[in-house]
C-alpha cells in the first residue's frame, strides 16, 4: 500500500508547491518513504525519540510531535497524541533536554534592551529573523509546557492556554505570552505581503528601521516577553 500512496503524496506536494507552498529542502513532507509510515512504525519511532534523546532526535521532535489530523479519521492520530503526551509528560529527563535546545533560539534583544542585529554583510545584515528569534521560542516552549502539564493540544495558543488551565502556568503571564506571540506573527504576515507586492521572494528578516516608534517598542516588549517566557522554562527544568 506504501508505494501508491507515496505517488499520489508526491503529486499532491508539488500541486501545493505550484500554488505558492514551496518543496521542504529537508525533505519532510508525505512523498518522503520516512514520513509515510504505519501507525505502529510511528509508534516504534517516537518512542526511540525519547528513549534516546540524541540531538537529531530532539530536532524530529520539534517538527514531528507537532502532527495533527487535516483530514479523515482521527482516531489513529488520537491513539498517537494521547501516548505521546503522556511517555514525555512521564519523562523529564527528555523534556529537560528539548527545554536545553529550545533555549539556543533566543530573542534578539542586547543587554541593554535595543535589537540584536545581524552583523556581517549582504541582504541579512542589519536585520532580526522574526521566526527563529521571535515566532521559534514561544513555539518551542509552549510545546514543552504542553507535555508536562498533560495537555494533547498541538497549536500554540491552545497550549499556553491548556498549561495555564492545568495550573502549571500562572494566567497572566500566559495572556501577555500570547499577545507578544500574535503580535510578532502579525509583523510577520504584514512583512511578506509588502514582500508579495514588490515581487520579492519570501523571507522572515525585518529591517527595524522600516517600523515607526510605536511599532519598535511593541516589538521589543514582545521580545522582553518572549525572554520572560524562556526565563520560566530555565527556572523549571533548572538550566
Known amino acids: ?54 540531538p537529531a532526535h530532539l530536532l524530529n521532535a520539534t517538527i514531528y510531535f507537532d502532527f495533527r489530523v487535516l483530514w479523515g479519521d482521527e482516531t489513529a492520530a488520537r491513539s498517537l497524541r494521547d501516548e505521546l503526551t503522556i511517555q514525555v509528560a512521564r519523562n523529564s529527563r527528555f523534556r529537560r533536554q528539548m527545554a536545553a535546545n529550545a533555549l539556543r533560539n533566543r530573542p534578539p534583544l542586547g543587554m541593554l534592551g535595543g535589537f540584536r542585529l545581524a552583523a556581517g554583510r549582504g541582504e541579512t545584515r542589519h536585520t532580526l529573523d522574526l521566526k527563529l528569534a521571535g515566532i521559534t521560542p514561544f513555539v518551542d516552549s509552549a510545546r514543552i509546557f504542553a507535555f508536562a502539564s498533560g495537555v494533547p493540544a498541538t497549536a500554540t495558543v491552545a497550549r499556553l492556554n491548556g498549561a495555564a488551565e492545568s495550573g502549571h502556568l500562572p494566567t497572566r503571564e500566559v495572556e501577555a505570552w500570547i499577545e507578544s506571540y500574535h503580535y510578532i506573527q502579525l509583523l510577520r504576515m504584514q512583512n511578506h505581503q509588502q514582500q508579495a507586492q514588490q515581487g520579492q521572494p519570501l523571507h ?23 525572554r520572560g517566557l524562556q526565563a520560566r522554562l530555565t527556572l523549571d527544568y533548572q538550566l
Not at 513532507?29 to 534523546?53: K, V
Not at 522572515?204 to 518572549?226: S, V
Open 1 to 54: 500500500l506504501r508505494a501508491p500512496l507515496l505517488i499520489v503524496a508526491r503529486q499532491i506536494n508539488e500541486a501545493l508547491a505550484r500554488c505558492g507552498f514551496p518543496l521542504c529542502p529537508g525533505e519532510i513532507m508525505a512523498s518522503n518513504p520516512a514520513c509515510c509510515l504505519t501507525l505502529e512504525e510511528w509508534r516504534t519511532r517516537f518512542h526511540r525519540w525519547i528513549d534516546q534523546g540524541t
Open 204 to 226: 522572515n528578516r525585518l529591517d527595524p528601521d522600516q517600523l515607526n516608534g510605536l511599532d519598535t517598542q511593541i516589538l521589543k516588549e514582545a521580545f522582553r516577553q518572549a
